[in-house]
């Protein structure tokens, strides 16, 4: 028995409900009509960002057929931090040659996909529409062993798929943010129908597994496990080969005090060269880094510092020695917080919501400031703000006194970095304890036939050469 025939022995463990085949239906039947009020926001968003028209038959449910194996493990990643906190799990399933197949969402996802994970995995695709015929269609092609999903995405046509075909699908990284959780609850029949579909859920936090408990049926078991984002990070920025040097920036950059802005969404570009421009008056050696979110954004960001009296460039533009260095390119971020002094974490200020993660700049032993909407990482940034490794700002001002005050005391500063990096190190672990829970009894079982066979395969050895005596002695 192998890995994939271990997997087939939980079959009769997924049955469906009447409430799911009623939800599916009606589902199947809103699909279309929801799907064309919404295609002219998608379609703009798709002009925007670019790189939709390749492979555009994935999201039809013609993927690509797995390359080195049958039955792999079917991994959904939606973006790029998605993608990137899965990459030490990848790699426990390479060693353990357990095969991988895995989709993506965005465009820019793909891209990073296509340069950095190919390799390691055994397919890889956009996601299709969740829709029958599309998901069928991509089911068919990928026949997996079992489904991960990562965090809170859930598409009832891709689970109900999984459900018919006695498939395990465990949610991994689960969170349940506050506005996730308020949407549920509206109508939690319809909830505990999407939700019964999975074999288990790994959450993040104990707010998350409760708040999963409330939503899920009984017969779905939800373990507390942290964040394989933290995994990831720490693990990034001790192999980190791609990190920037400051010297590449120019001649006054090695000695400078650095700002960065982490993930920045519209608007806050703008606080931060005003931040930049008043702090500078008293610190002429400080430095600005603009990581903007979204990379296609660089029209609109060269048009706001055109405005100010500063000298700027552009990543994809190099000039030496700018006061303000923008990085419009995707997936750069890791390799510019080594070098930062402070981190504003974007996402974070009105009217934006949910924040961007922190744990990166956390890993990387950065003091961490950000705004009052952090909902996405409550949890995490509660404990920061608990030990002195972040700070929360309610508005512009407050950040102003936070970051001229780090500026005056880089002591100060420093420590907070410093309690920021420990209390992710004493929360690492995620990714381990989720692959023991899927994958160790299977390849448990897997080692011990292999060993029963070379048990037996030494027996007849021994025996044979028993018989070759004996015939020796005749």
């Known amino acids: 028995m192998d890995v994939k025939q271990q997997e087939h022995s939980n079959k009769s463990k997924i049955k469906i409900t009447l409430k799911q085949v009623c939800l599916i239906f009606i589902y199947r039947l809103l699909f279309f009509p929801v799907l064309f009020s919404l295609l002219p926001y998608y379609l703009l968003r798709m002009r925007r960002r670019g790189g939709y028209r390749a492979h555009f038959c994935h999201r039809f449910g013609w993927v690509p057929r797995a390359t080195k194996a049958t039955s792999p493990v079917w991994i959904q990643a939606v973006s790029v931090g998605e993608l990137e906190a899965l990459h030490p799990l990848f790699i426990a399933l390479q060693q353990k040659n357990i095969p991988v197949y895995l989709t993506t969402t965005t465009s820019t996802a793909f891209r990073i996909l296509e340069k950095k994970y190919q390799k390691i995995v055994d397919g890889f695709g956009y996601f299709p529409l969740d829709f029958w015929c599309f998901s069928a269609c991509a089911w068919k092609r990928i026949q997996p062993r079992a489904i991960l999903l990562m965090e809170s995405e859930l598409w009832p046509e891709h689970l109900f798929q999984a459900a018919k075909r006695s498939v395990p699908v465990y949610l991994i990284n689960g969170r349940c943010s506050d506005k996730t959780f308020s949407r549920y609850r509206l109508c939690l029949p319809l909830a505990r129908s999407i939700f019964g579909f999975l074999t288990k859920i790994f959450s993040v936090s104990a707010i998350d597994t409760q708040r999963f408990q409330q939503l899920c049926p009984p017969s779905v078991p939800i373990v507390e496990v942290g964040n394989i984002k933290i995994d990831a990070a720490l693990q990034n920025f001790q192999t980190n080969t791609s990190e920037i040097s400051r010297k590449e920036l120019g001649e006054n950059w090695p000695s400078a005090r650095i700002l960065l802005g982490a993930s920045t969404w519209p608007g806050e570009e703008k606080m931060l060269i005003e931040l930049f421009q008043k702090a500078k008056k008293d610190f002429p050696n400080l430095r600005l880094i603009l990581v903007p979110r979204h990379a296609e954004r660089t029209k609109e960001l060269r048009s706001l510092l055109q405005s100010y009296s500063l000298s700027f460039c552009f990543r994809t533009n190099f000039t030496p020695n700018p006061e303000i260095y923008v990085v419009n390119t995707t997936g750069e971020l890791r390799a510019f917080l080594p070098m930062a002094d402070f981190v504003f974490i974007g996402k974070s200020m009105p009217p934006h919501h949910g924040g961007q993660t922190p744990i990166e700049a956390a890993a990387c032993g950065k003091p961490i400031v950000y705004g009052t909407h952090m909902e996405n990482f409550s949890e995490i940034c509660n404990h920061?703000?608990?030990?002195?490794?972040?700070?929360?700002?309610?508005?512009?001002?407050?950040l102003e006194r936070t970051i001229f005050h780090w500026l005056q005391h880089p002591e100060i500063a420093n420590a907070y970095g410093q309690a920021a990096q420990q209390w992710l190190q004493t929360h690492q672990g995620a990714t381990q304890r989720i692959f023991n829970a899927i994958f160790r009894r299977?390849?448990?079982?897997?080692?011990?036939?292999?060993?029963?066979?070379?048990?037996?395969?030494?027996?007849?050895?021994?025996l044979d050469d028993l018989f070759d005596d004996f015939g020796d002695f005749e």
């Open 384 to 398: 920061l703000e608990r030990l002195h490794g972040a700070v929360r700002c309610a508005h512009k001002k407050d």
């Open 442 to 462: 299977q390849l448990n079982n897997v080692d011990k036939i292999k060993k029963l066979h070379l048990w037996q395969q030494g027996l007849k050895d021994n």
